[in-house]
């Protein structure tokens, strides 16, 4: 499977930006699937952050740890995706979707940045500092930020299926 090609103008006015960009669809999808690791720590911060889990005495130092170690597995699977799934400086043109692809790949900061405000705050919980912040905010945080994760790696797979489906000429 060859890596599919995108290129996109913005208008901005009186300028356009040209910027391009290749997804490498196989590279895409086996990041995807080999992060088990990723996939056990969101189920484990999952569990930790459930309604029932409020009913027993949270254990802090363990949410801080996990919470934490997803904060490292998702920097690395983002920065394994800009590495291997998408390139920039594509040489060929696939304009039906370019500017999918590039606000999926942009969706990779404000993601991650969202986990380490989450880190800082059970930090900052777990060790008494002042915060207006409560365990349950953490774990209505966590749920939101799940939610968004979820549904940007539901995105990146549909955008893998549709290229598929070109490249191998599937579909209609």
Sequence with gaps: MQAIHLSTAIDRGSEVQRGELTINAAFLQEIKEDNRELRELLADCLAACEPAGWRRTIDPMKLTRLLGKLRDQLGMHFALEEAYGYFDDAVSVAPQI??????????????????????????????????????????????????RFRQHEAAEDQLIMQMINEEIGCGD
């Design 98 to 147: 370019s500017q999918r692809a590039l606000e999926l790949r942009q969706q990779h900061r404000p993601l991650f940045v969202e986990m380490c405000q989450l880190v800082d705050e059970t930090e900052q919980l777990r060790y008494h500092e002042p915060t207006s912040v409560h365990w349950q905010d953490i774990a209505e945080n966590f749920f939101n930020f799940h939610e």
